[in-house]
């Protein structure tokens, strides 16, 4: 019975406000989350997008390539347009027949930057890069580009 009022008492003094001003208590703020909205795309909208490359034709060269430009645009959830992000792609998915680049950045399994600097609340463009070799099967091409972004 002595425990239990004792463990009460604890509690309630604990609870009860004391003299004198209450202790401030410092929170973090809330993260200011960031999303990629892809401009100017072949089909989706959003986050989500296609770019088709459309047919490819073979020059006088070993190789044939095809250059799409499309645009991002960075957004904070509060609204804001204000400071540069940090954005990086890699291949998710892909079609080893083809090297797939981003403003001549040549992508992989592993995260590169793509821009160090790229602004929020405006839209920049990028160019989608393939190159196919001549040695190459016919047939569809597939690759996923997975995007990654940090404010900075």
């Known amino acids: ?9 604890l ?11 209450r202790r401030a208590v ?3 703020p809330l993260a200011d989350e960031v999303t990629i909205t892809f401009v100017d795309v ?3 909208s959003g986050s989500e997008a296609a770019i088709d490359a459309g047919v490819m034709r073979w020059r006088k060269r070993n190789a ?10 960075i957004e904070r959830s509060s609204g804001e ?6 954005l990086r792609a890699s291949l998710e998915s892909f079609d080893p027949r083809a090297k797939v680049s981003i403003n001549g950045i040549e992508l992989g399994a592993s995260p590169r930057v793509i821009d160090a600097q790229a602004p929020i609340g405006s ?3 990028y160019a989608l890069e393939l190159e196919v070799p001549r040695s190459a099967a ?9 995007w990654e972004v940090t404010t900075n």
């Open 1 to 9: 019975m002595r425990l239990i009022l004792l463990t009460i008492l």
């Open 11 to 21: 509690i309630l003094s604990f609870s009860l406000p004391g003299e004198g001003r």
């Open 26 to 28: 410092a929170a973090s």
């Open 42 to 44: 072949t089909a989706g």
């Open 64 to 73: 044939t390539t095809s250059r799409k430009m499309f645009g991002i645009r």
């Open 81 to 86: 347009a204000r400071g540069t992000a940090t």
């Open 123 to 125: 839209v920049t463009a």
């Open 138 to 146: 016919e047939g569809t091409l597939s690759s996923v580009i997975r």
